[in-house]
Each structure stands twice: as structure tokens, then as C-alpha cells.
């Protein structure tokens, strides 16, 4: 196996495909890029701009350049020295458009005698696999006949064989017709009650396939894995694996099938929770060291600001309540159909009480899910947690925990496990995080809005213990699925230095042009200020999925027009009726921004794991959640810039972003071309008036990194005064800016009057 010094993520799409891909691979190599990594390439549905939509998983995708395409693509990363990483997405499918799902397509047309009838997870028990894609029952109405399909509003669906030959032999009306099918069409409300296939979180076009059976493992992964096995895709990141009935098993399959690739799984970690021990996996794809990178740099004087500003305000601060609720919600009005299979799995108790124990138990997990029988503690909390909120569901709640423990590999145990990750992602992720907007930076994928970062000390601890267990990990700081990028995120970390300036702010910038929904008020204000300069469109388009997201005043099946018209409004009502004073508070924090920028970076790329970079973010990037993260790069930018670096270029640090890109450059092209400078972690605590500003770390006896925390106290302070640094004798140079330096006690002063960080080589032999 080699495992990349790091990774750069390319989002691929009908308009940037494999052959756009293959063109920015030389500016890869030349920005120090260990391997390109790339977004699911597989076939998809049509005109996707992901990729998670998968069709067809026998096939390279045609719109973005087929095989061929992506065998030009592989071709050049190995001419360039770089690895090709992939993204996989095995827990599902799209059955959005039935036609370019060759295997649903069977299924709907054949039913159970076709040969894909298990290669979906779905409930044949029940009968006629549901479809919902009507507005309402009486939407049957609508359907006509084409040939030898079913038609409705667009949608197509194949008419099975035996149908067709009645057609032939006599009329049939084509509500007839649908009713003699394999399927039968539903409006969504009744698929949300009643659907009976496992589906991706609350998305019904997208059907979960059974991959924990090896002839469904064979034929999903059979194409990618030629690409392994040829040694031109030489690692995999492998999308939700908490969907997976075994996702220890799975891991253990793929590594049993790919022994020499590079396999991270996009497994979020809460505070404290660690792979298991038996995942024949290098680690996770990096949201807990991107939790851990993030809130390093809060002040945690903030906090208690921000609390009152939110109270002030109307936002909730009760976190643990508002996280309740919103799962409450999502098992009682969005997963219905899951929660009411897993408990008609449940025995001995009646089914109220068993839906209740089911769904009690799934709110109560404190991590995505558990992993019986090899992790036990986290099943074994929740059910405690459930017994302590609903003492009236013990006999429910006991025999769930004691079936699902006597059968840890069984229905019930699978299903619950495999829900309980979606109840937490669709509850707190995608609900919560958009009601409790305290202090949005760390509503993270990953993050604990609750917890206010991190002391140093905590960082140095986790950072050394990466490096001990799972040092060929991945680490991010901004990923397709942040909430927001890492640059939004740093000049938010700002805030929690200036919490009271902000506070006083807000609360006069929302009496004259606040938004009627104390949550999204302040998540608009905390937005605004983190990703100025923003449009109109860009900052709208956000607010109403921010707002549509929370549930409070519309939903995406049930909008508020007229307050989703205010909404989209703001922007432009914030620029006419406040002027100048959002941009000038933007100034006078930008710095600091910058400052955080460069030191989370810096570490990133440094610290223990493999770094990945998120495309277009080696320059400023103050993207918000997608699709707004989706947006084309400009490479040719970013190569001129390269190349005047290489002509000495030393840039001033500015509103060009040309500083970072050094800094990712320095840092990537370190790290690819001697690796041995990278082979431990040790923390380094400076001395004088500003030490706690410094983070700082050897990773080995010639390398040392430093960066610069809580930058606005540390200039209010006066600046790094006589604070001073101890190195190994020797000579030093900064690989970032070429200044040398000499051994012993160093002033930061002076090694960091240009720029906020710096990496220092010792020079030998």
C-alpha cells in the first residue's frame, strides 16, 4: 500500500469531467499534491452534479468522459507521480429516473423473479413495492400509456411483460394496468408512512442496496475494483458506511478485495468515539480532526456572550432540548415507514409500545449508532438514556435491549443500528444545526455545537494519539458536505474574540432589519459577516435552504411562500437599510481572519493524518454549504500565482489569498518529498507574556511548526512581546518564507513578523 502525503478533492460533473480532471493534474503535482481524489465516477443519474446518485455501477459515468475518459485521467496521475482516489458509494442507489437503473428497472418490471430482487433491501412481505412520486392519490388519474410503459407527470415506468401481452389481446385503462403492476405509484405522504424499501435518510429516489450479500458486494463494486486491482485507482473513500447492515464486515470485504489500496471511511466520530478496532481501514475521511483544528482557535471567553446574545435574541440555548425535539420529529413525522419496520420486529410487547421503544432509543444515541456485538457501550447507554425519559416504556425497552442483544446480527439489531445514523444525521446535522445558531461555526458535520472548542492541551493530546493509532487517516477542514468552508469558519472563530462588539451589533442590526425567525436571524447575521463579500443570490439561496432545513417556518414539502419571499428579500434589504457597516465590521476583523486561515491550515497540512484539499480552497474560499461549495475554480489563476512564486514572489498577506497558497504549497511539497520529517508528534510550549497564543509542535527533531492563535487578544496585548520558542541546536530555515534561523531560544517577534506561521527545517547533511 501507498499511502498519499495528501489528497485534493475534485468535484467531477457533467461540466468538469475526467478530461477536466486530467488537465489540472500537473498543477496538482506542482502545488505538492500526494494523489488526486475525486467525487463518484460511476454511472448517474442524468445531469447530476455529485455523483451520489449512482445508476449503474458496472459502468464509468458517459457525461463525465466514460471509460475512456477516466482511463486518460488515471493514466496521467500515475505519468505525474500522483496516487487516484475514489469515492464510493455503496450503501445505495438513485431510482430516480427507472430507466437509467438497469436494476431497478428489473425489479419494477419483474418484480421478485427479477434477478435484482434482493439486490435492493426491500420488504417483498408487503406486496407491491411502493413508488411515491404522485401529489395525491388522485393523481392516478393522470397516467397514460406509452408503448410499454406507464407514464406520469414526466415519470416513466416499464410495464411488465405479462401486461403487455394482455394490451395486445384487449384495452386496458391505464389505471388497470398500474394496478397489475409489480409497483404501485404513491403520493409522499403515504410513502413516508408506508414505503417499504430502505432508502438513503428521508430521499425515497434513493433505494439502499443489500451489499452485505457477496453476490450484491461482487456486483456493485466488480468495475472499481478492476481499477484497484490494476493499480490505477490506489485508494477508496468509502460514503456513509453507518447505512451498511455490517459495516465492520463491509470493511473487512472491500480489504479482503482491495489489500494493497488506501480505504478511509466517512465514519463521523463524536468526541471520544473511536473506529473499532477491527476495521481493516487507515481511518476515517477527517471531520474529528476538523472539529479539533476549529475549535483550538475560539476564545472561550465568548461563550458566555454569545449564550446571552441568543437569549436576547429568542434562539434557544437549551441544546440538548432542541436536539430532542428535532429527532423526536424526524422519528415521528419523517422516517415513519423505518421506524414502524424495526418495531414490528420487536416481540413480546404491543405495537404502540414497540414503535415508542424504537424510536425513544434511536433520539437517545449520543454517537450515529452502535456496533454489536464488538462495541457495546453505546447501545447500552441509549437504551439507559430511553429508560430514564420514558419509565413508562421499561417492559418495551427491555425487550428490545434483551432481542437485540441475544441476536446482535439479527433483523431487529441490523435495522435499529442502521436507523438510529440517520435519526442523528436528519435530526441534529440537518435540523438542529439550524436551531441552535448560538454560534454557528461549530455546527459542523462532525462538530458539538454545545462544546466551545478546545483547550491546547486537549488539541496536542488528540493530535499525538492520531499519530500514535491512525496515522495514515485522513483530516480536513473543508469537505462537499461542511456546513461552511474553512476560511467562513476561521473569520467565525473571530468572533468569539470580539463576542461583545458582535452582540451589541447584531442586536442593533436586527432591530432595524432582522428576519422573523430568531434562528435564522442570527445564523443570517453570523453567515453574512463570515462569508462577506457575498451576493445577493449566493446569501439568499442559503438562507432558504438554512431555513427550509430547520422546520420551523417552512419545510421543503411544505413551504411558507410568503415568508420564504422575505427571506430570499434580505440580502438586498440588509444592503439598502444598513449600508457600509456590515463591510466595515468585516474589515476590521478580516485579519484575524486571515491569521486563523493560514495557522488551521498550516496545522492541518502538518499534523498527523493525511491532509485533503478541498478544491479552490488553497485560495481564500468563504463557500457555504452546498451546492454553493460546488462552484467552478479558477486553475488558471492559481498557476500564474504558482509560477511567481517559483520567480520569488513573497506575497503580502491580503485580500488576494496568494499567502495561503504559499503556505499549502510549502507545506504539500515539504511533506510529498520527505516524509521522514513527518513521522511523529511531540507539543512545544513557548515562554513570555503571549505563550497560550502559540500553537506549536515538533514532528520530529528536525521540523517544527508554529501558528498563531487568538490573534485579536494577542495584538490588543501588544503582540508576542519577549515570548520566545526553544529549538534544537543547529540551523533552521521557515520552507515557508526562506529565512534562516538559528537553534535555541528563538523570539516569535521576529519569526513571525511577516506572516501569522511557520515551518521551520533544521539543515543537515
Known sequence: MTVPSSTYRLQLRPEFGFEDARAVVGYLRDLGIGAVYVSPVLEATPGSTHGYDVTDPTRMRDELGGEEGFRSLAAAAREAGLGLVVDIVPNHMSVEVPAANPWWHSVLREGQASAYAHHFDIDWSRGRVLVPVLGSADDLAELTIEGDELVYAGHRFPINPQTVLELVERTLTPREVHDRQHYELVDWRRGNTELNYRRF????????????????FDDTHREILTWVNAEEVTGLRVDHPDGLADPGAYARSLREAAPNAWIVIEKILHPGEQLPASWPVEGTTGYDAMRELSGVLLDPAGEATFTKLAERLGVRTDYAAVEEEARRLVTDKILVAEVRRIAALVTGVDAESARAAVAETMIAFGVYRAYLPEVDTTWSDAIDRARSRRPDLDAALTALDEQVRADPAGELATRIQQTSGMVVAKGTEDTTFYRFTRFAALNEVGGSPDVWGLSLDEFHRLAAARSAD??????????????????TRARMAVLSEVAHEFADTVASWTERCGIDDPSLNLLAWQTLVGACPISDERLGDYLLKAARESKLRTTWTEPDEEFEKSVAAWPSRVRDELGDEVEDFVHRIEAAGWSNSLTQKLVQLTAPGVPDVYQGTELWDFSLVDPDNRRPVDYGLRREMLARFDEGLMPDLDLSGATKLLVVQRALTLRRDRPELFEGYRPLAAEGPAADHALAYARSEDLVVIGTRLPVGLEAAGGWGDTTLTLTDGEWTDVITGTDVSGGQISLSALLARYPVALLRRLGD
Open 201 to 216: 435518510f428521508d430521499i425515497t429516489t434513493l433505494a439502499a442496496v443489500a451489499v452485505e450479500h457477496p453476490e450484491v
Open 470 to 487: 491512525r496515522p495514515a487517516t485522513m483530516t480536513a477542514l473543508t469537505t462537499h458536505d461542511t456546513k461552511r468552508s474553512e476560511d
